[in-house]
């Protein structure tokens, strides 16, 4: 009965472990509609929590039980509704990809809130930690539409797929320093792309992610880059965009202007890939 999936980054080895499940014992968040699936609890609490650097303040979260009432009111609502139960509730791809964003980041959250205080995901450790990150990302589960899922799942078979925007990286966060920070809203419509547009140039500008070492001729990368290198290339070939230099033309296609001259001239150095941090991405928040 083992599987093995082997992949990188948020991702783990996945071997056919059973996972114990994350349950809420709540309503649903009051007035939320007979139609359609409304993240409003949840962005509520994104705002008040989560500073503008992408910190969250889990401190004042797990201390407040009004909040703590209100994610599990949330995810009472993903666990009764999703684009595979009732998808007469999600009116096409934005909402279906929206929705899975969010749920990935309510349970990361709710994982993390239900363990405070932690120093990172990787402590929430599996009995058999076969990966970094094995227990956090693979052994605990969620409900979502009335089925059980794992982290490693969501992200593999609902977020990452081949007809994916790979944009859909830079706003999906997995509790670490290391990752995009979290989105308060996700739109749909022409506001998602442009939600896309930021959240990938935002990333590509930081420093600590996109470095041009001109001394050393090097460009020193997230492993973000590294790790769903496939993912990014083939969302250039999806855009009729040739991939003739690798990993710098997807980011010279989703920087700011003002860095591309950068990447440009760095299309001809060696590509170093740094250490991901797995610090938690805990921090006072804007309330």
Same mark, same amino acid.
């Given at each position: 009965?083992?599987?093995?999936?082997?992949?990188?980054?948020?991702?783990?080895?996945?071997?056919?472990?059973?996972?114990?499940?994350?349950?809420?014992?709540?309503?649903?968040?009051?007035?939320?509609?007979?139609?359609?699936?409304?993240?409003?609890?949840?962005?509520?609490?994104?705002?008040?929590?989560?500073?503008?650097?992408?910190?969250?303040?889990? @401190?004042?979260?797990? *201390? /407040? #039980? +009004?909040?703590?009432?209100?994610? =599990?009111?949330?995810?009472?609502? &993903?666990?009764?509704?999703?684009?595979?139960?009732?998808?007469?509730?999600?009116?096409?791809?934005?909402?279906?990809?929206?929705?899975?964003?969010?749920?990935?980041?309510?349970?990361?959250?709710?994982?993390?809130?239900?363990?405070?205080?932690?120093?990172?995901?990787?402590?929430?450790?599996?009995?058999?930690?076969?990966?970094?990150?094995?227990?956090?990302?693979?052994?605990?589960?969620?409900?979502?539409?009335?089925?059980?899922?794992?982290?490693?799942?969501?992200?593999?078979?609902?977020?990452?797929?081949?007809?994916?925007?790979?944009?859909?990286?830079?706003?999906?966060?997995?509790?670490?320093?290391?990752?995009?920070?979290?989105?308060?809203?996700?739109?749909?419509?022409?506001?998602? @792309?442009?939600?896309? *547009? /930021? #959240? +990938?140039?935002?990333?590509?500008? =930081?420093?600590?992610?996109?470095? &041009?070492?001109?001394?050393?001729?090097?460009?020193?990368?997230?492993?973000?880059?590294?790790?769903?290198?496939?993912?990014?290339?083939?969302?250039?070939?999806?855009?009729?965009?040739?991939?003739?230099?690798?990993?710098?033309?997807?980011?010279?296609?989703?920087?700011?202007?003002?860095?591309?001259?950068?990447?440009?001239?760095?299309?001809?150095?060696?590509?170093?890939?740094?250490?991901?941090?797995?610090?938690?991405?805990?921090?006072?928040?804007?309330?």
């Amino acid at each position: 009965m083992a599987v093995k999936l082997l992949t990188m980054g948020c991702s783990v080895v996945k071997w056919g472990l059973g996972g114990q499940v994350t349950s809420v014992n709540a309503a649903l968040p009051e007035g939320f509609s007979e139609n359609g699936f409304s993240h409003a609890a949840f962005e509520s609490l994104l705002r008040r929590y989560v500073s503008p650097s992408g910190l969250v303040d889990y @401190e004042a979260w797990h *201390a /407040d #039980a +009004a909040s703590l009432a209100q994610l =599990d009111a949330y995810l009472a609502a &993903v666990a009764a509704y999703s684009p595979d139960n009732a998808p007469e509730r999600f009116a096409g791809d934005d909402e279906t990809l929206v929705y899975w964003v969010q749920a990935y980041s309510a349970f990361v959250i709710k994982a993390v809130l239900d363990r405070w205080p932690l120093d990172s995901v990787t402590d929430v450790r599996a009995t058999l930690e076969i990966r970094r990150g094995f227990g956090f990302f693979y052994t605990l589960d969620f409900v979502a539409g009335g089925a059980r899922i794992n982290l490693y799942d969501l992200e593999h078979d609902k977020l990452i797929r081949d007809d994916v925007d790979a944009r859909v990286h830079f706003v999906l966060n997995c509790g670490s320093q290391g990752c995009p920070v979290i989105r308060p809203e996700l739109p749909t419509g022409d506001e998602l @792309e442009r939600v896309l *547009a /930021d #959240a +990938a140039r935002d990333f590509v500008a =930081d420093p600590a992610n996109v470095y &041009v070492d001109d001394a050393a001729r090097v460009l020193r990368l997230s492993p973000i880059f590294e790790w769903y290198a496939d993912d990014f290339l083939a969302d250039l070939r999806r855009r009729g965009i040739p991939a003739e230099r690798g990993i710098v033309d997807y980011l010279v296609l989703v920087a700011p202007a003002d860095r591309r001259a950068d990447l440009e001239r760095a299309a001809q150095y060696a590509i170093e890939y740094g250490e991901y941090d797995w610090g938690l991405n805990a921090g006072g928040g804007e309330r």
